[in-house]
């Protein structure tokens, strides 16, 4: 476990998004099945949590951005701040279809095409934010999702409206897609691992990542289609599983994705005005960290611990210390001559 590269390689945005995601799941299944009574908009407060972290964040980076113009001459300033404006702007679109679904849930008053407009939007914009981060290197994992969904928000629009009155195994049609590229996807990733397992002239660490990645990838899709599956079934009445058991495979995708967020680096800097890596962020914020960000255990034998030292900055510097057995020294070293740098002539 190497607690470096625990610190380097975290991304808070991906793992506070995936809490959250996770605990409005199992709430929003216990409404549904009657265990909890509250309020919609009380289910909703870990959605609610998100988009306030987006706000904030957006906010205090813009005040930083104004406030000091010479913080924009720092490497990709621009790009980064460009990208959490567009950010910000398609979750407040989000934020609109979020409070749009809670008042149609509580009231009834509107029909759910009208709120599925804001998502049928912002599945059309993504497409050219999709475009925008590929030229300019930035990830757009919601952008891609709601990009590739557009038909599948249509469709759920007119069957929740009984404007069309096919089974949910049909409706789900697009996502049967998806998921079938998703599947090819990971079957690709299982081979070409399974490939460098057995390669003798491959790196050991590339191996190792290659594995992990199609680890990874099999617990991110199966529990997905798993979900998929169970979810057509129980609202076309096929079998009686409640919902709390209809979502259970989704939370293993959630541990899934919240254990990627440690190793998924990135992250946009302009987020409350941070202007650089949340890790040394962190570590100037709380130097304390320091000690603990610089320690790696090795569990190989008698190796024992590396430790390493951390630079004024609050960079990880580490050094490779390792402590080994003791060492047979041969005749012939023990033989040579010892003599100093310097003579120091001792007085009379």
Known sequence: MNLQSLFQDFNPSKFIVHVCLMIFTALFALRLDGTVHWSYWTVFIPIWFWKFMVIAGATVGSYVWWRYPHFRLEGEAYVHYKAMLISLALHLILLMFELLVCDKLESGRHLWILVFIPLIFISIVSIAVCIWAVKHDRSFELE?????????????ALRLDGFISWNWEVVFVPLWILMCLSLVGVLYTVIFAGILLVAPEVDPQQRRT??????????????ILIFQVLLASKLDDDISLSYIGVVSPLFLTYCTLILMSFSAKGGNRWWFGIRKDFCHFLLSLCPFLQEYANIAYSLQGEEGIRRGHSTPEGMVDPLSLDVKPEKKFKKTELLKPVVPVISIDMPD
């Open 144 to 156: 891609l999702f709601c990009s590739v969904n557009i038909l599948q928000f249509i469709f759920l």
């Open 210 to 223: 290659s594995f992990n990645s199609a680890l990874g990838y099999t617990f991110l899709v199966m529990p």
